[in-house]
């Protein structure tokens, strides 16, 4: 009977999710033109920093072990899995402007699960255009038997990823913070991703990857596409299984503090 209760709650998710995600394609989409062009404005983005890193490789051509393609590799995962939590779930980063403007009541009146209503409701024309991009620059440096793990990888990162904008987001339920604070920690975050691990040393180092692992993001699946293993992938599904079960327990912890913002919201 547990079974087959878990089995419907999931279907049940799975289908109100299906819904949101259309129709928020079909938002996005309604006006066109803003939308390619938010698209490629973040994929001329991308191209200035690789065009960047590529006047760099050119004077230093090898650092710590390093390469260009390495650094395209990087970008490539950190790109995707940025574009598909965005896509996925678009409201990963905006949780903690939800919960301190009492947004959140909406998403309490709906059928649970109260979490992925809040995360899904909403995707960015931008965050095309990083997938775009990602998908780009592997399909140059990629073979066809390299891409699906590529694309694993990627996804594992997506999660991942949500994951710490829900972390970070949900620290509004504990502490008295601002919209404002909760950008700058997700902006950190990403910014952290996009720079090779080997750059870091010391405590920053144990930061990323011990304390705030958020050197899984996109630095350890660089690693593993430089030289795959079994091992090396499965510590990579474990740890994002473990993040987002620590996310997922976080905000239902913190949502027990929650006090009603006395607001009524169509959408967020």
Same mark, same amino acid.
Request: hydrophobic residues 55%.
């Given at each position: 009977?547990? /079974?087959?209760?878990?089995?419907?709650?999931? *279907?049940?998710n799975l289908? /109100?999710?299906?819904e949101?995600f $259309?129709i &928020?394609?079909r938002t @996005?989409?309604e006006?066109?033109? #803003?939308?390619?062009?938010?698209?490629?404005?973040m994929i001329? &983005?991308?191209? @200035?920093w690789?065009?960047?890193w590529?006047i760099?490789f050119?004077r230093?051509?090898?650092?710590?072990?390093?390469?260009?393609?390495?650094?395209l590799?990087?970008?490539?995962?950190?790109a995707?899995?940025f574009?598909?939590?965005?896509?996925l779930?678009g &409201?990963? *980063?905006?949780?903690?402007?939800?919960?301190?403007? =009492?947004? $959140?009541?909406y998403?309490?009146?709906?059928?649970?699960?109260?979490?992925?209503?809040a995360?899904?409701?909403?995707?960015g024309? #931008? %965050?095309?255009?990083?997938s775009?991009?990602?998908?780009?620059i592997?399909?140059?440096i990629f073979?066809?038997?390299?891409?699906?793990?590529?694309?694993?990888?990627?996804l594992?990162?997506?999660?991942?990823?949500?994951?710490? =904008? +829900?972390?970070?987001?949900?620290?509004a339920?504990?502490?008295?913070?601002?919209?404002?604070?909760?950008?700058v920690?997700?902006?950190s975050? %990403?910014g952290l991703?996009i720079y090779?691990? &080997?750059?870091?040393?010391?405590?920053?180092?144990?930061l990323?990857?011990?304390i705030?692992?958020?050197?899984?993001? *996109?630095? +350890?699946?660089?690693?593993?596409?430089? /030289?795959?293993?079994?091992?090396?992938?499965?510590?990579?599904?474990?740890?994002?299984?473990?993040? /987002?079960?620590?996310?997922?327990a +976080?905000f239902?912890?913190?949502?027990?503090?929650?006090e009603?913002?006395? $607001?009524?919201?169509?959408?967020?």
């Amino acid at each position: 009977m547990a /079974a087959e209760k878990i089995l419907k709650e999931c *279907s049940a998710n799975l289908l /109100a999710y299906k819904e949101y995600f $259309l129709i &928020n394609l079909r938002t @996005v989409f309604e006006y066109k033109t #803003s939308s390619i062009i938010q698209m490629l404005a973040m994929i001329l &983005n991308d191209i @200035v920093w690789i065009f960047f890193w590529w006047i760099f490789f050119t004077r230093f051509p090898l650092i710590n072990g390093w390469t260009y393609r390495d650094l395209l590799i990087l970008w490539s995962v950190g790109a995707l899995s940025f574009g598909l939590s965005g896509i996925l779930f678009g &409201n990963r *980063s905006k949780l903690g402007d939800i919960i301190i403007q =009492g947004r $959140l009541d909406y998403f309490l009146a709906l059928p649970k699960n109260v979490l992925l209503h809040a995360i899904s409701s909403r995707i960015g024309a #931008s %965050v095309f255009g990083d997938s775009l991009f990602g998908l780009l620059i592997a399909f140059f440096i990629f073979t066809p038997l390299e891409l699906p793990l590529y694309l694993f990888l990627s996804l594992l990162s997506a999660i991942i990823l949500t994951s710490f =904008g +829900v972390i970070i987001g949900s620290t509004a339920f504990f502490f008295q913070t601002t919209e404002r604070v909760h950008k700058v920690m997700w902006n950190s975050t %990403v910014g952290l991703t996009i720079y090779p691990p &080997n750059v870091y040393e010391g405590f920053t180092r144990i930061l990323l990857f011990v304390i705030i692992p958020v050197g899984f993001v *996109s630095g +350890v699946p660089t690693e593993i596409l430089r /030289a795959p293993s079994i091992e090396s992938i499965a510590v990579m599904t474990i740890v994002t299984i473990i993040i /987002a079960l620590i996310a997922s327990a +976080v905000f239902y912890v913190g949502l027990k503090k929650y006090e009603s913002g006395n $607001l009524l919201y169509v959408n967020a």
